[in-house]
């Protein structure tokens, strides 16, 4: 399971947009900046040593920015106090980490899903009762 911050944790800069295009920002100009240098010297010139290092650099450097770009959380099940569904969509009203209500919608849910978040509704509503 991923090590993922909740909602709204300090820790846990993942949800904010202002966090996701910085992250984009760097990759974005990372990627230029690789373009540029692989045109100055020359695609031909390059060894494969160099070609696998150029992509294991920008490999990392997706992986370092990840977190900064997905916009994952966990909400733990205690916290969550509605449950509403619908053939295609699920929204979950919760509690995040600063004990503040939000809101979450699940898209495109398949036959399974909502079977799933049906069972986990019916589960919330005995809690609540």
């Not at 990392?60 to 449950?83: D, Q, R």
């Not at 995040?96 to 986990?120: M, Y």
Request: hydrophobic share 40%; proline share 2%; glycine share 8%.
């Amino acid at each position: 399971m991923k090590d993922l911050g909740e909602f709204n944790e300090e820790k846990n800069g993942r949800s904010s947009s202002a966090e996701r295009y910085k992250s984009i920002s760097y990759l974005g100009v990372l990627g230029i900046l690789i373009v540029w240098i692989l045109w100055m010297i020359g695609l031909n010139s390059l060894s494969y040593a160099s070609i696998i290092g150029l992509a294991w650099l920008c490999y990392s450097a997706y992986h370092y920015m990840i977190p900064g770009l997905t916009g994952e959380f966990k909400i733990p099940h205690t916290n969550i106090t509605k449950v509403e569904i619908n053939t295609s969509t699920a929204v979950l009203t919760f509690l995040d980490f600063n004990d503040v209500q939000n809101v979450q919608k699940i898209s495109g849910l398949d036959k399974k899903g909502f079977k799933l978040f049906t069972e986990f509704s019916a589960l919330i509503d005995s809690k609540n009762q």
